[in-house]
């Protein structure tokens, strides 16, 4: 089963809120979040490969990915986990490497909706209204949507 | 010579931004803020005692300091390091732990203003426009103040 991804992004704000449903209990969410050799089966839009420089799921970890289009332009991002509590909470910072010194907070939260489902919350602040805006135009949304397409295509396995 | 502080907060937003000049070169100002044993002799409002837990001012490092104030009662904060450049930035989470989970991203920049003198200007982030508010509801004029009045004495030395 696919959900909808609700996507928020107040006019004159800052943040952006992403929330999206999945038909999985919530310890399989979390672990496709924090097993590096799972995540890049389901992270970012679909046709890009993905390589995992660094990702330790932990309180003080770090991550390091590159996403790279059929092309091989590569993306690359990278960030620390501030708060890591499994099943529960990620806070990350979140920067893209091509606008350096540009970082967002990441703040993910995992709920049990009963009957085997999961939501998870996440909501970000970007230094600037103008950094949040850019983020949009720069087809975050697909990459969002793609990306748990393939994540509930991971979980039904 | 001490300088005034220039605390913006617009209204309706979740931005701090804080502007602090220092009669003091530009290494010396960052090694203030790099070496643990020096960040305790100014960091925080005056009269309260300052223990570090932990401090490791380098990308992907981390730190935890407590103040103590007269009455003995401790506020802990902590965080990550996002980016460390010496003499240049500090980009860095920061969590009053009384508030967990309210996560700030701290942005400060370093820049050389000739004749030995130093500008520190920091842009910090909030979840909400609310958490925004309360930090300043809740004293923190004060310890920015009077921590730099502290570190412009420590630079004299």
Redesign the interface.
């Known amino acids: 089963m696919t959900s909808p991804v609700t996507i928020t992004a107040p006019e004159g ?3 952006i809120e992403i929330v999206r449903d999945f038909d999985a209990p919530i310890a399989a969410v979390f672990n496709a979040y924090a097993d590096p050799d799972l995540v890049r089966r389901w992270n970012g839009p679909n046709g890009y490969e993905m390589r995992i420089d660094a990702y330790d799921l932990t309180t ?1 970890g ?1 991550y390091r990915y590159v996403h790279a289009d059929p092309e091989g332009n590569e993306y690359a991002f990278t ?5 890591v509590r499994p099943d529960e ?1 990620i ?1 990350q ?1 979140f ?1 893209w490497e091509g606008m350096p ?1 540009e ?3 990441e ?1 993910m939260r995992f709920s049990d909706l009963g009957d085997g489902r999961t939501r998870v919350s996440g ?1 970000s ?3 600037s209204i103008e950094g949040r805006d850019g983020m949009i135009e720069n087809g975050m949304e697909r990459g969002v949507v793609e990306g748990f397409e393939r994540l509930d295509a991971l979980l039904a396995h």
Chains 1, 2 share one sequence.
Do not use: A, Q
């Open positions: 704000t800052p943040f003080g770090r960030g620390v986990f501030h708060r909470l806070i910072t920067e010194d970082v967002s907070l703040t909501w602040v970007f230094p």
